[in-house]
């Protein structure tokens, strides 16, 4: 878009980096082998969870990947995540006027499960309507530390180009 905007390459990419951190991505996982096997958690609190179903929510703002909260089921992951993008868009990205369906992009990510995931998409858009929607696997980057059966949702601010 900006390319075709006549845009140079140095100019697109001052304003990627200006609006690079602009997003706020939510993980959860199906389980917590993969967290443990990558460092993330300890072998104590994989086992222990493990037993207790947890079912974390991650969270991606920046640069830095947090725990944010801890589902005892993936439906309860889902609805944090959900009530973690409405807050997200109405502190972070200017509230929940009519505008905001221009503002904010939403995106889908998953690893493995597409049955699945069409039944997330379908929690999402009933939520959110109106919005903007993408779909995509997870890049193999975030999913070889997450595992199969992760569910991501993420906002972010759509380029606004003066």
């Known amino acids: 878009k900006l390319r075709d905007e006549g845009k140079s390459a140095a100019e697109i990419r001052q304003v ?30 994989a086992a222990i969870g493990t037993v207790l179903n947890l079912k974390p929510v991650l969270q991606i703002q920046g640069e830095k990947l947090d725990a944010f909260a801890k589902a005892r089921t993936k439906s309860a ?37 597409a ?3 069409e039944l997330w ?3 999402v858009m009933e939520a959110f309507p109106g919005f903007r929607l993408k779909m995509a696997p997870l890049s193999l980057s975030v999913a070889c530390h997450i595992g199969p059966g992760a569910l991501a949702l993420a906002c972010t601010r759509n380029l606004i180009v003066e």
């Not at 973690?84 to 502190?91: L, P, T």
């Not at 509230?95 to 690893?111: N, Q």
Request: charged residues 35%; aromatic residues 6%; without cysteine.
């Open 115 to 117: 049955e699945e995931t």
């Open 121 to 123: 998409k379908q929690e």
């Open 16 to 45: 990627l980096e200006k609006e690079k951190m602009q997003a706020s991505i939510y993980i959860t996982v199906d389980t917590l082998k993969y967290l443990k096997k990558g460092g993330r958690i300890t072998p104590a609190a």
């Open 77 to 113: 992951g889902k609805s944090m995540m959900l009530q973690a993008i409405k807050n997200d868009i109405e502190n972070r990205f200017g509230g929940f006027d009519e505008s905001a369906k221009e503002r904010v992009m939403l995106h889908i990510a998953y690893t493995k499960d």
